[in-house]
């Protein structure tokens, strides 16, 4: 995968590099709103002068980012990488991560989450915002108190950027580079869905049959970054075998990861009103009856609401659990899949949402139900020549974490003093209440209609950043973190404890 960074050297008189080379006041560039805001107004709360960014970047943080706390997937595989030895950082594992000198600064924008669902609204435009923002607080060094009142400015800016979001990097990623050309930092950008394309062909022989699946939000599908990216490869790489594509946009998923009250609410016991996910009567997103037995929701603990007593006589049906997302969701691209001309056998599912791999256990679950499943009315095994007894799930994070560390290495910008565990950050995007056109639902979360009704250039401050905290993030979300990235819950518990907010 080539490098996706951006190099601008300044070399100055004795051959020293500059970390900040500012557009001559002759050139003419073209800013964005929000980019005038951060680049000129000095009055503006999004003002950072790049003009005093450090010249040395090696002992700063490498900035992490995604619409929610799904992109944590994508900083847990880098702070467990170990590939190399870190004495001379040739190849071979030598028990210690890699990345252990390093510190990290995540943010989870999850006020403006999904970040998938705005081009569906016609807000790309608002979208590419939202990561230009992002870009801002990594590279900028405010940030507030947990309760959002005092603003406070310890945070140290960072040297390279992770942009841990399958959606940003398909619609905002050539913006962000732009951006920081324009406020003329030498920072490297790393995205995701080419190494996630190297990952997949990698499962693959030269001459071999198969099919990739394209687990992602519907916006990342939209996009068709994914798909463009692998016939792009599978071109330039000489694959010769049958190589088919299947898409699946989780209409859902992610939102129900993070908890968001649109998708997924463990308070009610009963159909709700509010709910945006699949139904029995949704053209885009249908539950279709006729797959009942394939989707096998699980209906217990009101993990599936049902307006009637008896489940088989539902009128109103709507999921209720990550894992009931799941099943319809595969079901759902293998019935794509049995459309295809000639259908091969799935082989590889890119988890194309860096939430997706948060439910890896229930996706192979599901997976082996459904290769299994006997239909009793045809009186057949609908399913199991489409699913290859060994599938390759693939998480983009290890490869995203690979081209992390070769980037570092070729710029030379390797910390040798940092400290992983004391000195990591972690931040979340809340609604900022002191701005009056904010509209909130009866959670405190923005409303749907007002999320994506808001127009780009219109410079508020909707969100801000504040540390991780129990009043943020829900017991059920920090449960998972704590079961699925154990090694970077512990991160966040040591920086939590740093704020008077003890994470457990």
Do not use: W
Request: glycine share 6%.
């Amino acid at each position: 995968m080539r490098k996706l960074n951006i190099v601008l050297l300044a070399l100055l008189s004795g051959g020293i590099i500059s970390c900040f080379q500012p557009k001559k006041e002759t050139e003419e560039v073209a800013l964005l709103p929000i980019e005038k805001a951060i680049l000129e107004d000095s009055s503006s709360f999004y003002f950072v002068n790049f003009g005093q960014y450090p010249s040395v970047l090696k002992e700063l943080p490498i900035g992490v980012f995604d619409s929610g706390t799904g992109g944590l997937t994508v900083l847990d595989a880098i702070v467990r990488f170990d590939e190399y030895n870190n004495t001379d950082r040739q190849n071979g594992a030598d028990g210690v991560a890699d990345f252990q000198r390093e510190d990290f600064i995540y943010l989870a924008d999850q006020a403006n989450m999904p970040y998938g669902n705005y081009h569906a609204s016609g807000k790309t435009d608002l979208l590419q915002e939202h990561i230009i923002k992002d870009f801002q607080f990594l590279l900028g060094n405010k940030y507030y108190s947990l309760l959002a009142e005092r603003e406070l400015i310890t945070k140290r800016p960072v040297k390279a950027i992770v942009v841990a979001c399958n959606t940003a990097t398909a619609y905002g990623y050539k913006e962000a580079l732009e951006f920081v050309e324009k406020a003329g930092v030498n920072v490297p950008i790393i995205g995701v869905i080419n190494a996630a394309v190297k990952g997949t062909l990698a499962q693959f022989a030269k001459d071999e049959n198969g099919t990739i699946g394209v687990f992602a939000t519907v916006g990342t599908i939209a996009s068709e970054g994914y798909e463009k990216t692998i016939l792009s490869a599978v071109k330039e790489q000489g694959y010769t075998g049958r190589l088919q594509i299947v898409n699946q946009g989780g209409h859902g998923l992610a939102e129900a990861v993070d908890e968001e009250v649109d998708y997924i609410d463990r308070t009610v016991n009963k159909p709700r009103d509010a709910y945006r996910g699949p139904s029995l009567s949704d053209d885009k997103h249908r539950i279709d009856k006729k797959y009942l037995e394939a989707y096998n929701f699980n209906f217990e603990d009101n993990q599936m609401l049902c307006d009637t007593k008896n489940t088989d006589d539902c009128n109103i049906l709507q999921i209720n659990s990550p894992e009931n997302y799941v099943r319809y969701h595969l079901v759902s691209m293998l019935n794509n899949l049995q459309k295809l001309d000639n259908p091969q056998p799935l082989k590889a599912l890119i988890l194309g949402c860096t939430h997706y791999p948060y439910m890896i256990r229930e996706i192979q679950t599901v997976l082996d139900e459904l290769r299994n499943f006997y239909d009793e009315e045809s009186k057949r095994y609908p399913y199991k020549a489409l699913i290859s007894d060994q599938i390759h799930i693939v998480d983009p994070s290890v490869y995203v974490a690979k081209e992390l560390f070769d980037t570092l290495k070729e710029r030379q910008l390797f910390n040798d003093h940092g400290d992983m565990l004391a000195n990591s950050e972690f931040f979340i995007s809340v609604p900022n209440t002191s701005n009056k056109n904010i509209q909130l639902d009866s959670a405190g979360r923005f409303t749907y209609d007002y999320k994506y009704g808001r127009t780009a250039g219109e410079i508020q401050e909707y969100v801000k950043a504040v540390p991780f905290a129990n009043q943020n993030i829900s017991r059920e979300t920090l449960d998972r973190f704590r079961q699925v990235i154990p090694k970077t819950f512990e991160l966040i518990r040591n920086f939590s404890q740093k704020h008077d907010n003890s994470i457990k």
